[in-house]
Nanobody, 123 residues
Framework: VQLQASGGGGLVQAGGSLKLSCVAS????????TGWFRQAPGKEREFVAA????????YYEDSVKGRFFISRDNAKNTVVLQMNSLKPEDTAVYYC????????????????WGQGTQVTVSS
């Protein structure tokens, strides 16, 4: 499975919105949970959101609940992270990752990773 994350780059003002996409190649994508993680400068990578293989269930880190929404379209091998009401503290490189089985907050349980896309939010 290869993952391509996109949608970041440039600068967005606080309060704005941005949509990140993760496009996968490979047959197992529709059987895989997909997660988004982020890494801010000088910090460890952290969990943001994840969705199960069918899209029927999702899980969010507390700081993004009600602002970020994850969805998937298995026909297009795509998972989308819609980010609203962005804050400067959301600035980070965002990564998508997949794993067979149920979603997890633990990055070590993910098998495949995209290359990351930069999100920068100005105050």
């Amino acid at each position: 499975v290869q993952l391509q994350a996109s949608g970041g780059g440039g600068l967005v003002q606080a309060g704005g919105s941005l949509k990140l996409s993760c496009v996968a190649s490979g047959r197992s994508f529709s059987s895989s949970a997909t997660g988004w993680f982020r890494q801010a400068p000088g910090k460890e990578r952290e969990f943001v959101a994840a969705i199960n293989y069918s899209g029927s269930s999702a899980y969010y880190e507390d700081s993004v609940k009600g602002r970020f929404f994850i969805s998937r379209d298995n026909a297009k091998n795509t998972v989308v992270l819609q980010m609203n009401s962005l804050k400067p503290e959301d600035t980070a490189v965002y990564y998508c990752a997949t794993r067979l089985g149920y979603y997890s907050e633990d990055e070590s349980e993910y098998d495949y990773w995209g290359q990351g896309t930069q999100v920068t939010v100005s105050s």
